[in-house]
């Protein structure tokens, strides 16, 4: 019982953290998108001035 207790607590501390990290590589992912984002329009694309119309 005791074993079974202490293994479903590492189990969701594990799953939390998984969580945690995953919310992290959103974070960061987001970041990227927003940087790229922010140099195709400093460079002005063809490619980006056609989606503007």
Same mark, same amino acid.
């Given at each position: 019982? !005791? =074993?079974?207790?202490? &293994? ?5 501390? &594990? /799953?939390?953290?998984? !969580? *945690?990290?995953?919310? +992290?590589?959103? *974070?960061? !992912?987001?970041? =990227?998108?927003? #940087?790229?984002? +922010? *140099?195709? =329009?400093?460079? /002005? #694309?063809? !490619?980006?001035?056609?989606?503007? /119309?």
């Amino acid at each position: 019982m !005791n =074993i079974a207790h202490n &293994l479903a607590q590492v189990t969701i501390r &594990l /799953f939390a953290q998984a !969580n *945690k990290n995953m919310a +992290s590589l959103y *974070k960061v !992912n987001q970041q =990227i998108k927003e #940087t790229k984002e +922010s *140099k195709d =329009i400093q460079t /002005f #694309t063809p !490619n980006r001035i056609q989606q503007c /119309f």
